[in-house]
């Protein structure tokens, strides 16, 4: 026994020991491979998994480093059974290789042969293949490769891709040089991403991941397909790649509801791709438009299922997913593993805070008491209601006042679920409203004053969430969110994270109705913040400062 910060348990689960002086030292080894579960106050639990141990392979730590980091950490002695699983889990990976032949085209083979004649005999793959080739090949066919990969990961025997990208079509792309340079943690990610050939950035909002995009493109030097989460995102790669690199604005094609424009790069959103009539997904030729050399998925944790189709007839171009968590709360993990490319880079963030490149963030909770009123009405609520109702009570309106009057001055957001609840908020605060009905030349209006600071304060819905750059915000406060989704939390966070002038802290408020579904969703959304070592305080919505 030593005193070590983990306990590492034979049920594949990690209890770390939040308050241990080496508990920092001891989350920064275990997250390449294991995922935070749980984190109340004292104790997170982690989970190892196949699919963290497999993204920790592809990123190139082995079995040996794994085991050390829990041998190096635990308090007691780790169960030999986990340690051979562990070993035996990663090893799994890559004993199936799809590889180019000169004569056969693209073939699946492997080291160990007993494992291909398994798969041979699933009825998922049994049509994807073609003839034997030997004892240890056989032929795939092409365009099966990404429903190949889906298939065997599912199975059990990830494979691992090494049969080459097309170069696409070639586009001189040069990063400017003008005043600024790639910081040291984007150029290894791009080194990561382009070393593998494909897959997944994982770095936090504000630390430049549109950076890495755009170093990605500079080192394809080829046309390139951009897909966004909505028309305001596609804007502001528009105007950070003219900016940042060598491109024009007429090398550069917007592809959205409103235009529909291919050009050597092009960016488009999600929207239009999975945009169908009578059941046709009419935007697909974009995909074929041009002879892609590379294609970057933003907020690639938010790929709608078609775009998962469709990327699996993509495998032989070059792919970039970038995102800020690779927490899906539909559990399609697996599907950006096998159709994007396994995670290739990923920085926590207290490490980018503590080189200065994204602001300290100072994270409260707020809990309100539902009236005695508003508590009877809940507790005979349907439960598909109780959320909203939980949500919008309206204690929450003299916090959100409150906090703002505390605040004043500094740029603040305002985020929510619900839009008539965000409506009287806007109403009672004098502030303007942004929500999907917004038009897009309104929302980028007030997201100007914002930045200008013509404007302190904005209340926003969740299309505010993602791929909006909010350089000058210091202060969100949140009122509902999407039930208990992490990947919102952490966006949401995000927005805050750009460094401050003379290192202030930015300051997130989630304000929560005690005893209530509202708290139980509000502690599973904070579960990712503290697997990056952000700590939630919790305070008495009675002890905030009164309004002036």
Request: include cysteine; charge should be negative; proline fraction near 5%.
């Amino acid at each position: 026994m030593n005193d070590g910060p983990l306990i590492v348990q034979s049920d594949k689960t990690l209890l770390l020991e939040v308050d241990h002086e080496r508990a920092s030292e001891c989350r920064k080894a275990i997250a390449p491979f294991a995922e935070l579960e749980r984190s109340p106050e004292h104790i997170h639990t982690y989970r190892l998994t196949p699919l963290g141990l497999w993204n920790a392979r592809a990123a190139g730590h082995d079995a040996e480093q794994v085991v050390d980091a829990l041998l190096t950490f635990s308090r007691y002695a780790v169960p030999h059974a986990l340690l051979v699983d562990i070993a035996e889990t990663m090893g799994r990976y890559g004993r199936l290789r799809l590889e180019k032949h000169p004569v056969h085209g693209l073939v699946l083979s492997s080291t160990d042969r007993p494992v291909l004649e398994e798969v041979l005999r699933a009825k998922k793959v049994a049509g994807m293949l073609g003839n034997r080739i030997d004892d240890d090949s056989v032929v795939v066919h092409s365009s099966e490769r990404g429903n190949l990969k889906q298939a065997l990961l599912k199975l059990g025997w990830p494979a691992e891709d090494f049969a080459g990208y097309v170069d696409g079509e070639a586009h001189p792309i040069a990063l400017a040089e003008d005043g600024w340079s790639l910081r040291a943690y984007q150029r290894e990610a791009v080194e990561s991403f382009w070393h593998g050939g494909s897959g997944v950035v994982v770095l936090p909002c504000g630390a430049g991941k549109t950076l890495v995009g755009a170093a990605a493109m500079a080192q394809a030097q080829a046309t390139t397909l951009i897909l966004v989460t909505n028309t305001v995102s596609a804007r502001q790669w528009k105007d950070e790649l003219i900016r940042r690199t060598s491109l024009t604005e007429d090398e550069i094609g917007e592809y959205s509801g409103s235009v529909k424009e291919v050009r050597p790069v092009t960016i488009a959103t999600y929207q239009v791709l999975t945009t169908r009539r009578k059941g046709v997904y009419t935007h697909l030729e974009l995909l074929d438009a041009r002879d892609w050399g590379l294609i970057v998925y933003d907020e690639v944790h938010l790929l709608p299922a078609p775009i998962f189709r469709m990327t699996a007839n993509l495998q032989a171009r070059r792919r970039i997913g970038l995102t800020a968590t690779l927490v899906r709360e539909d559990g399609r993990e697996g599907e950006v593993f096998s159709l994007i490319g396994p995670k290739r880079y990923d920085a926590p963030w207290k490490d980018i805070e503590a080189q200065g490149w994204i602001a300290p963030a100072d994270c409260v909770e707020v809990r309100v008491t539902l009236p005695q009123g508003q508590r009877l009405a809940y507790a005979t609520a349907e439960p598909e209601e109780r959320y909203r109702l939980a949500s919008c009570t309206h204690t929450k309106i003299d916090v959100v006042r409150r906090l703002v009057d505390h605040h004043q001055g500094q740029p603040t957001l305002v985020i929510g679920q619900y839009i008539d609840q965000l409506d009287e908020l806007a109403e009672l605060l004098d502030a303007p409203v942004i929500k999907g009905e917004t038009p897009v030349k309104e929302r980028q209006r007030l997201f100007d004053a914002f930045r200008s600071g013509e404007l302190s304060l904005l209340v926003v819905s969740k299309v505010a969430n993602f791929s909006i750059d909010l350089p000058s915000a210091e202060v969100a406060i949140q009122v509902s969110g999407s039930f208990g989704s992490r990947q919102e939390e952490a966006q949401r966070l995000g927005r805050l994270l750009r460094p401050k002038s003379e290192g202030k802290s930015a300051h997130f408020y989630t304000v929560v109705a005690r005893d209530t579904v509202d708290a139980d969703f509000a502690q599973n959304r904070q579960r990712f913040l503290a697997e990056q070592g952000y700590a939630y305080r919790i305070v008495d919505a009675d002890d905030l400062p009164s309004p002036a």
